[in-house]
Structure formats: C-alpha cells, structure tokens
T-cell receptor, first 115, second 114 residues
C-alpha cells in the first residue's frame, strides 16, 4: 500500500539548532516524488522542497535539505539553524506516476522552536 | 505568495446547504488539485483537473463535485452539507501534473458547518 509515515507527532528544538524531521514512505512504484510542506498556525500550506526518485543528489533549498535514502525508503527533512518562525506543522508527501501524481500525505510533525 | 488564489477564505453555513469554493491557479499552471484537511482524516486528495478535463478522483463524496473552466479556474461544489464536512479545503496547482512538479497551494477555504 502507498503510505507516508511521520513518526514524530511533535518536537521541541532550541533556536539556532539543526532539526531533522523523519519521513518514511512505502511504495512499489519506481517513479515517484517526495515533498515537504510547512503549515504555520495561520493555515496556509507552503512548499519547501522536492526530491525525485531518480535524483541522485539530495535536494537543498536554502536552510532546508532533504536526506534521501532510497534503500531505506526515507526522506527526512533537515532544517539548519532553526528560527522561531520555523514553528509550524510539517508534512511529508509523496506523488506517484501511477496515481496521476495526487499527493499522499503523512500525519505531520508539529515543530516548536524554543527561544 | 504561492500565486494560487482561493475564495472565500472563510465560509459558515448550516447543514443541508450548498456552497461553492473557487480557485484560480498560478499563471501558466494547467493542473488543479483539491484537497480536504480535517482533524480526524488529515489531508486527503479529492479530485484533479488538467486543462479542463477531470484526470483523477480520490476520496470525493458523491455530494461533492468540481469543474475546471476554460480560463482554468476551478470550482468545488459541496451540497447537502453535513457537520462532518467542516474542514479546510485547499486548492493546489502545477504546470502539468507531473511528479517532478511541486504543487503550490492556495491559502485554503475554512468551511464551518453549524
């Protein structure tokens, strides 16, 4: 079954520390995409980073990087030098060619950055 | 700003009523997706349109319908509303709907059923 698992319901991190949010996925498809989105308390859904299943290099976008380990089926998000504004829900999602690229979502991780 | 516009931002209505949610995709994007985010079900895919044609259907109830117009804006129609339909409804768009294309989301419409 196609599934995304985020095992950390919530995390507290000290400001300026790096944080890793875990995501594992389950699919037998060879072609898929992995995404991370941020949802602040105001509710909007903000795209952070993307990794394709055939990409050999880990994706990076500013302070965000995706630690892609294909054999382990994991796609962890790493936020370097966390800031107070990083406090939000973070969702890992997967799109599959065989499912017309609809996003399959994890349950999310609530990240709180402590000053 | 994602470039995806959703209206209205908030909607309060009663059971049994019908509402229409509107979405304008980012300029140049042909594919529109609708998602529902509720407390008990999390985020769920509802339906996808590409250039005016329905492309994929997810967990969309028969009481719900959608369409994409020639100018590429999309509407999600919810009828015979029930308390359980209270949720945040998102529209997202992408250029063509491929897996290597991030979906960019609007700010959502928060629907409350009283």
């Amino acid at each position: 079954a196609q599934k995304i698992t985020q095992t950390q319901p919530g995390m507290f991190v000290q400001e300026k520390e790096a944080v890793t949010l875990d995501c594992t996925y389950d699919t037998s498809d060879q072609s898929y995409g992995l995404f991370w989105y941020k949802q602040p308390s105001s509710g909007e859904m903000i795209f952070l980073i993307y990794q394709g299943s055939y990409d050999e290099q880990n994706a990076t976008e500013g302070r965000y990087s995706l630690n892609f380990q294909k054999a382990r089926k994991s796609a962890n998000l790493v936020i370097s030098a966390s800031q107070l504004g990083d406090s939000a829900m973070y969702f890992c999602a997967m799109s599959l060619m065989d499912s017309n690229y609809q996003l399959i979502w994890g349950a999310g991780t609530k990240l709180i950055i402590k000053p | 700003d994602s470039g995806v516009t959703q209206t209205p931002k908030h909607l309060i209505t009663a059971t049994g009523q019908r509402v229409t949610l509107r979405c304008s995709p980012r300029s140049g994007d042909l594919s529109v997706y609708w998602y529902q985010q509720s407390l008990d079900q999390g985020l769920q895919f509802l339906i996808q349109y590409y250039n005016g044609e329905e492309r994929a259907k997810g967990n969309i109830l028969e009481r719900f319908s959608a369409q994409q117009f020639p100018d590429l804006h999309s509407e999600l129609n919810l009828s015979s509303l029930e308390l359980g339909d209270s949720a945040l409804y998102f529209c997202a768009s992408s250029p063509s709907g491929g897996s290597n294309q991030p979906q960019h989301f609007g700010d959502g419409t928060r629907l409350s059923i009283l």
